[in-house]
């Protein structure tokens, strides 16, 4: 029967590259070989509807078993039958070209599934895709077919989410929301306003300039001394972020305030309603499904498309880091797998509109075959202790016990620690550690994010583990009772099918462990990971050049050890100490300069070598090399440099240190530029530079018009530094690599998944205090 | 009472725990019963009259030399060489021998009327010293008057300016040396003869020579054939060395040849205990050594070796011989032996010795992993005349702590070999053909080598080649108490204790071994019989 009626059927189907989508478009290919698709996509940026087809869609694991049985013949059987159509859903009229208007009118069926089913989407985002997006589907269909004069019969089916139904106990029907007994009156046309209009105000407050203010103290905390450009970028970057943050917040607010979990379900129950209003010009149906799952059966147990809303959950638990999700233990989580929310909307599809008023159909297990928050949490907790996750050292992860907390006990618990964490972060952050040391730090900061993801979970599916509303589900079971036992048996929506057990922990569990790439083998690390990934590119023989800084990226020393080295080899033994002690006395007051602008500081520095002999620095220099630098050097760095030499790759150190300093390094680089004092007429130094110190956003330009001279791509280049005053010549390569980061640093290049190195100084040396010259 | 030769001690149930050198500290081991302890004999008494004894060797030159004197003349060339910081060691008291003999030349030069005097230090392709150790050696008197007018110089095998070819050997080896000592009217060369492999031809065919030189004698296949390059006549390091000597004699180079003996008078009061036979110990040895040991136990790595290499020892002279090369040397290396030979019987199967914080390579600095290599495989394993201590497919177990440590200042290209040769190979052969190359002609260790003090690129390959006739003659080796990580790159086993090295040898040579320890200081060499 649904073979039979759709056979011959033309379909166009919003939201195909979703994960309902994807298997919808499978199971129809699969199931019915005679209907053809017509699959609205949105173009991307640099992508049209075409390719996005072959490389969101058609490239997903879910097609394996078609691939499978057609084989060679697949890309022409597919594109045979799959048409995409340019377009989209947040455009009245949808953006169609007029041919695909033609298209669209000549449609047998119609199914809506493009939504934004992320719970933390901007009000106005959701309202334009969830709220309005159903009822321009409607219009779009209702104009065309009027335009190209079409009479034929059409079915428009929506799919919704069961969470319509809002904070609302009890048995939930199959029912429009205005037919229910709790149903709040609200005018979504003023929903949509006031939505579009939040937009705008929260953009203006965004420029307010205590705002403002707010974006440059969190940019120059996070970059430090980075530079203007690069503050500034960061400055815009989190200008932005904060609107659509405010947008989230305005989102749940609203829904929460007229009785909605979230924005999600908010939307959809008004889209519900706006749609409706259609239905005497369309035949509609509205299909409800709960939360959706990994397939059960088809087209192979397990397959997931998309990191989920309970997988992320599920993940933090397992690694520990949740250690409690709120929910009440007899309470029931509604959950219902994809491919039977697939296969109700295709039965869906073949039975045709009501003609009476539209028809609900719920895809839920809940009434049916509830599955307890105990039960899930119970599976769960054995599962993982039979199959831990490892940690990074290969140990196993000891998963925590479950207390079917409260909400707020859980939420304020998170609160506190996320708290505490930030004041660690911020405290430790301001110790002048690097390296090692930095990478504590990272930790603190990757455990408090851990707490955040953890706590905005919390909020955001708290409800949903505490929903008490039962879904019915009596217009599904007719549906499904009316096809024959062959139909059944393809067509599988009946929830009573589900055997828990069996799909948590054989079909669910594993196919959310594979898909989080977590580590559940005890190997320490493993092969060829990221790291080594990142390493073979960087000394690829494809690369151009690589640039290092000096201090603190090859030799753990500065131009203040240099300095007081220089000035006291020649002193006798007694003034040493003077000297030592007036420079420690200094200290405070030297750092505090290099923290706020480095090039002042280097100028400073340069002023204290007025009056010196060039040629008796020149001597001392290569003294200090032996006797300082080189045992305060990282051989690895040094091994580094030869190593891109070696590979062919040029070779530059830039540098705000002088440049007799650098003469025995000289051989080590293909090229050095560095601070150059200038001599005056009576031969000796005048302690000041001949130059602008290459330091901070200098050193980008400085390293882009030197590719630009040797003909070198920058991004087929490699650069090494160590601090965030580094950053615009980290950026402007293709390969930054951090070498003992300090903790801003740090935290930077591991979000952006830089190369990260941790170069120590030889082992077994003495300990160098004070920088104080003496001959070898 | 005269000293007392060499002895072997055969190990019962009474004998006291050994002592082992194990880095900058000791160990105290007890042997199993049966094993044999080689002691070293007594220091020999020195000479009465050193100053007396240089100048009559002077005056007195053995073989075809005249006496010195009558070799210097107004308006001369002359250089001086003398033997670097490698020797001896640890460095001796001040004043050092070849101060001594030294200031005994430039007197007699000075009265000569002798005025273009260089001194070379014959580096080879050892560190360049530091102003230090350059005053330690020479003493403040000539360093303060030579170094200034750049009359003290440092042999610069990579300063093609200052290097001379003098031709091939009938084996087609190059000859290549310092420019100045060979065009000099004549070249004196200063030794220190520590252990046997020091002195003659090779004084100056390696102490002066160029890598092209050095190549033909400092490689795997020589090294192998050199068993051992401790006993001149069966090394084949010494007969290529012997070769190059002659040929530079042939090419009118006129070198007076003076070499120094001393006894093995190595410690000073403090650590006397090292001296002595450990059931010979007084109060004061074993207070001494409770101590010593627990002081460099509980101090860092670092302050324990800045402790040990402040010694210096008292050593005394029991000999020096001025005039021609191989004359001189035969009787120079009659002294040796009469302090160091200790006559043995018969090979063991298992060989034990503790290796302490010094060698040729590290005054002053580190002795790491390739340097513990060398020392025990290289020079320890090789102090033997005859026939190895250990029967071919033997155990050599080793006690160092064997760290990961390097000093970047004076190895620079040893932490690349251990980093990326040593991760590869240990095999000598493959190293030296896959990796030799580019280390001795890398011109960043070449321009360490030149300006700072750095030992040659090539240098760590030397100090691999050295053990390859152990590598070759072993069953296997053991570290006692190195670090498993380090030990296991050299290509060896570790072991934290003795009882599980020798479980460990067992494996090896079969049960119910035969055990010999060799037991230093002071220094000794075996005779194998």
């Known amino acids: 029967m649904i073979v039979d009626r759709l056979t011959g059927k033309a379909v166009f189907i919003t939201g195909s590259t979703g994960f309902l989508g994807t298997a919808l478009v499978e199971k129809l290919l699969r199931t019915i070989p005679g209907c053809q698709l017509y699959l609205l996509i949105r173009p991307g940026r640099t992508t049209n509807a075409e390719n996005r087809v072959q490389k969101e869609l058609l490239k997903n694991d879910c097609f394996d078993l078609l691939r499978e049985q057609f084989k060679d013949r697949f890309d022409e059987e597919i594109s045979a039958r799959i048409h995409p159509v340019s377009g989209d859903v947040v455009s009245d009229g949808l953006n169609l070209h007029p041919s695909d208007r033609k298209l669209l009118s000549e449609c047998d069926i119609i199914i809506h599934s493009a939504a934004s089913v992320s719970f933390d989407s901007p009000l106005d985002q959701a309202i334009e895709v969830n709220l309005c997006g159903p009822r321009r589907v409607a219009e779009a269909v209702i104009d065309a077919r009027n335009e190209f004069g079409i009479t034929k019969p059409v079915h428009l089916i929506a799919i919704s989410t069961a969470y319509v139904a809002g904070r609302r106990r009890g048995l939930s029907p199959e029912l429009p929301l205005s037919d229910t007994p709790f149903s709040i009156e609200l005018d979504w046309r003023s929903e949509v306003k006031a939505a579009r209009s939040l937009r705008a105000d929260i953009e203006l407050k965004s420029r307010d300039p205590k705002t403002l203010e707010i974006f440059r103290k969190k940019a120059a905390n996070e970059l430090g001394a980075a530079g203007v450009p690069l503050l500034v970028v960061k400055q815009e970057k989190l200008r932005i972020q904060w609107i659509h943050d405010e947008m989230v917040r305005a989102g749940i607010a609203r829904a929460t305030s007229v009785g909605w979990p979230d924005a999600y379900a908010y939307t959809k129950a008004l889209g519900e309603k706006a749609l409706l209003e259609k239905q005497d010009q369309i035949p509609l149906t509205i299909v409800r499904p709960s939360i959706i799952e990994s397939a059960m059966l088809e087209p192979r147990p397990g397959w997931i498309r998309g990191f989920r809303m309970a997988e992320p959950i599920i993940i933090s638990y397992a690694r520990g880091l949740l250690k409690e999700f709120p929910g009440v233990p007899e309470g029931v989580i509604d959950v219902i797998p994809v491919d039977m929310v697939a296969a109700a909307i295709v039965a869906v599809a073949a039975k045709g509109p009501r003609s009476s008023s539209p028809e609900i159909f719920q895809v839920a297990s809940g009434s049916r075959n509830p599955l307890k928050y105990a039960t899930l949490v119970n599976h769960v907790r054995t599962w993982f202790q039979e199959h831990p996750l490892y940690d990074s050292d290969g140990q196993p992860i000891m998963i925590p016990d479950w207390s079917f907390p409260g909400r707020g006990r859980v939420q304020a618990q998170l609160e506190k620690t996320s708290k505490f964490l930030q004041a660690l972060e911020q405290a430790t952050g301001m110790l002048p550690i690097r390296g090692e040391q930095a990478s504590f730090i990272v930790d603190i900061e990757k455990k408090r994010q851990a707490v955040d993801n953890a706590l905005g979970y919390v909020e955001l599916y708290g409800t949903y583990a505490e929903t008490d509303a039962i879904f019915q589900v009596d217009n599904l ?108 006395l200094q200290g405070p007051s030297l750092l505090a300069l290099d923290r706020k602008d480095r090039g002042d500081f280097l100028r400073a520095f340069y002023r204290k070598y ?167 | 009472m005269s000293p007392r030769p060499g002895f072997i001690l055969d190990v019962d149930k009474s004998t006291p725990p ?129 170094a200034k007018m750049g009359r003290l110089t440092q042999h610069d095998a990579e300063d093609p300016s200052n290097m001379i070819h003098l031709g091939l050997t009938d084996k087609g080896e190059d000859v290549e040396i310092n420019k100045r000592a060979a065009t000099s009217d004549l070249l004196i060369y200063v030794n220190v003869n520590l252990v046997s492999m020091d002195g003659g031809h090779k004084s100056v065919a390696t102490g002066l020579a160029s890598y092209k030189s050095l190549r033909h004698h400092h490689n795997v296949k020589t090294m192998v054939h050199s068993k051992s390059f401790m006993d001149r006549d069966k090394s084949q390091l010494h007969s290529s060395n012997w070769r190059m000597g002659r040929l530079i004699k042939e090419a009118g180079v006129k070198i007076f040849q003076i070499e120094t003996t001393l006894n093995t008078n190595t410690f000073p009061e403090s650590f006397s205990f090292l001296q002595k036979r450990e059931w010979e110990w007084n109060l004061r040895d074993r207070a001494s050594f409770v101590g010593a040991s627990t002081a460099l136990q509980k101090s860092p790595p670092w302050l324990s070796r800045k402790v040990l290499h402040t010694i210096r020892s008292p050593y005394q002279l029991t000999g020096i011989t001025a005039g021609e090369v191989e004359a001189v040397h035969d009787i120079t290396i009659q002294n040796v032996y009469k302090q160091q030979l200790v006559e043995v ?13 010094i060698g040729p390579y590290n005054v002053n600095s580190i002795m790491n992993p390739i340097l513990v290599y060398c020392l025990g495989l290289g020079y320890f394993f090789n102090m033997y005349r005859g026939m190895p201590l250990v029967r071919k497919g033997g155990v050599l177990i080793l006690s160092h702590p064997t760290r990961r440590e390097f000093d970047p200042t004076f190895h620079p290209s040893y932490i690349d070999f251990y980093d990326n040769v040593l991760a590869d190979t240990t095999d000598p052969l493959e190293i030296e053909s896959k990796y030799e190359n580019s280390f001795a002609t890398d011109p960043w260790y070449i321009h360490l080598y030149r300006t700072g003090h750095a030992y040659h690129g090539v240098h760590p390959f030397y100090m691999w080649y050295w053990g390859a006739h152990a590598l070759d003659h ?21 072991a934290s204790t003795m009882p599980d090295a020798l479980e460990m040898a067992q494996s090896v040579v079969g049960p119910d071994p035969s055990l010999t320890h060799l037991h230093s200081p002071p220094l000794l060499m075996a005779d194998v019989k």
């Open chain 2, 474 to 494: 072993l069953g296997g080796v053991i570290i006692l108490g190195g670090d498993p990580k380090t030990v296991h790159r050299l290509g060896f086993m570790s």
């Open chain 2, 345 to 357: 019987h018969g090979q063991t199967d298992i060989l034990t010795m503790g290796l302490p914080y």
């Open chain 1, 477 to 584: 079971l007719s549906l499904y009772q009316s096809l024959d036992e062959q139909e059944k048996s393809h067509f599988a929506f009946d929830p009573a099918l589900i055997h828990w057990e069996t799909f948590i922990r054989e079909i669910h569990l594993p196919s959310v462990v594979q898909h989080a790439r977590v580590k559940t083998t005890p190997s320490k690390r493993p092969a060829n990971s990221r790291v080594d990934r990142n390493l073979n590119l960087i000394l690829s023989k494809e690369r151009h050049l690589a640039v290092f800084d000096l201090e603190n990226t090859i030799i753990s020393s500065n131009v203040v050890d240099t300095y007081a080295w220089l000035a006291s080899r020649r002193l006798p033994r007694f003034k040493k100490a003077l000297f030592a002690m007036d420079l420690a």
């Open chain 2, 18 to 146: 050994v002592l082992f050198w194990h880095g900058e500290g000791f160990r105290m081991e007890k042997l199993p019963t049966g094993s044999r302890v080689v002691y070293p004999p007594e220091a020999l008494p020195p000479l009465k009259d050193p100053l007396g004894a240089i100048v009559n060797a002077l005056e007195n030159p053995v073989g075809e030399s005249d006496p010195l004197s009558s070799l210097l003349f107004a308006d001369m060339r002359l250089t001086i060489a003398f033997d670097d910081l490698s020797l001896p060691l640890p460095s001796m008291e001040s004043p050092d021998i070849r101060q001594l003999v030294i200031e005994q030349i430039l007197d007699l030069a000075a009265s000569k009327g002798v005025d273009d005097v260089v001194l070379v230090a014959a580096l080879a392709l050892h560190r360049r010293m530091t102003e230090s150790e350059l005053r330690h050696i020479l003493g403040d008197r000539i360093y303060d008057s030579f």
């Open chain 1, 610 to 776: 007025e009056g010196a002999r060039p040629q008796r620095l020149e001597k001392d220099s290569q003294e200090f090399f032996n006797a300082y630098l080189l045992k305060k050097s990282f051989p690895a760095a040094i091994e580094r440099v030869r190593r891109h030499r070696s590979l062919g790759h040029k070779t530059l150190l830039i540098t705000g240190a002088l440049d007799f300093v650098l003469e025995p390094l000289k051989p080590l680089f293909d090229d050095i530029i560095c601070a150059e004092l200038e001599i005056g007429d009576n031969g000796l130094y005048k302690g000041r530079s001949l130059a602008v110190p290459p330091t901070g956003e200098a050193r980008a330009s400085i390293l882009a018009s030197y590719a630009a001279e040797n003909s070198l791509k920058l991004s087929e280049s490699v650069a090494y530094a160590d601090s965030t005053s580094d950053l615009p010549m980290l950026e402007a390569v293709g390969y930054p690599v951090c070498v003992n980061p300090e903790p801003k640093l740090a935290t930077i290049a591991r979000k952006r998944g830089w190369h990260i190195e941790q170069w120590d100084k030889a082992k077994g040396l003495p300990p160098i205090y004070l920088p104080i010259g003496r001959s070898m």
